[in-house]
C-alpha cells in the first residue's frame, strides 16, 4: 500500500521555467492537498481540493495552479518559477475535513 | 488570529525522560488539533489527535492534553526513546474549513 505518491523527489529548475508536480493516493480519499515547508515556517498550505471536481485556495497560493485530475491525482504546476519557490512540497490527503492528513515524502525543488 | 504558536523550537532531553511541546492559538473556531512526526527526508506522519470536547487523549507514550479555555494544547511524550528524535509539529483546523494551520515546529533530541 503506497498511500501518497510524489514526484519527482527532486527537481533544479532555472527562473522563468515551468514545472508540475505530481501526486496520487491510494487510500479512496476525497480531499487532497498541496503544502510547501521551509526552514523555521513550518507547513503552510497552497492549494486543497476538498473533492474531485473543486480546487480551493489555501494560505500561499500565488504562483501556483493546480489540477484535480481525478480522485487519485492532483497536481501542482509552477507556471514561471521564482527564487522565492525554493521549497520542500508535499501532497497530503483526507477523508475529509478533520480527519488525519496523509502526506507523502515530498519533492525537493530548488530554483536558480 | 490564525496562528499557530509552538515552543519550544529546541529540545533537548535524556533517555527515559519526559518531552513536552506547548502550542497556543486564538481562534476559538478551531475544531481539530493533529500533532504530526517528521524524521529527516520524509513527509510528516500523524502521531495523535484530539477534539476539544476532551481534556485528555493517550495513546502509548504519547498524550495530548488540551485546556479550552486556555487556548493552548500540549504534547507529552513520556520514556523518551533516542527513535523519537525528529521534529514535531502541532496543527489546528477549523470544522469543517480543509485548512491545517501548523506550529512552526520543535525539534527533539534525545540523548542515548
Known amino acids: 500500500n503506497a498511500g501518497v505518491t510524489q514526484t519527482p523527489k527532486f527537481q533544479v529548475l532555472k527562473t522563468g521555467q515551468s514545472m508540475t508536480l505530481q501526486c496520487a493516493q491510494d487510500?479512496?480519499?476525497?480531499?487532497m492537498y498541496w503544502y510547501r515547508q521551509d526552514p523555521g515556517m513550518g507547513l503552510r498550505l497552497i492549494y486543497y481540493s476538498a473533492s474531485e471536481g473543486t480546487t480551493d485556495k489555501g494560505e500561499v497560493p500565488n504562483g501556483y495552479n493546480v489540477s484535480r485530475l481525478n480522485k487519485r491525482e492532483f497536481s501542482l504546476r509552477l507556471e514561471s518559477a521564482a527564487p522565492s519557490q525554493t521549497s520542500v512540497y508535499f501532497c497530503?490527503?483526507?477523508?475529509?475535513?478533520?480527519?488525519?492528513?496523509?502526506f507523502g515524502d515530498g519533492t525537493r525543488l530548488s530554483i536558480l | 488570529q490564525q496562528q499557530v504558536k509552538q515552543s519550544p523550537q529546541s529540545l533537548i532531553v535524556q533517555k527515559g525522560g519526559i518531552s513536552i511541546i506547548n502550542c497556543a492559538y486564538e481562534n476559538t473556531a478551531f475544531d481539530y488539533f493533529p500533532w504530526y512526526q517528521q524524521f529527516p527526508g520524509k513527509g510528516p506522519a500523524l502521531l495523535i489527535a484530539?477534539?476539544?470536547?476532551?481534556s485528555e487523549k493517550k495513546e502509548g507514550r504519547f498524550t495530548i492534553s488540551f485546556n479550552k479555555s486556555a487556548k493552548q494544547f500540549s504534547l507529552h511524550i513520556m520514556d523518551s526513546q533516542p527513535g523519537d528524535s525528529a521534529t514535531y509539529f502541532c496543527?489546528?483546523?477549523?470544522?469543517?474549513?480543509?485548512?491545517?494551520?501548523f506550529g512552526t515546529g520543535t525539534r527533539l533530541k534525545v540523548l542515548a
Open positions: 496543527a489546528a483546523e477549523g470544522a469543517g474549513t480543509y485548512k491545517y494551520i
Open positions: 484530539i477534539r476539544p470536547d476532551v
Open positions: 487510500m479512496n480519499h476525497n480531499s
Open positions: 497530503a490527503s483526507s477523508s475529509t475535513a478533520n480527519q488525519p492528513q496523509h
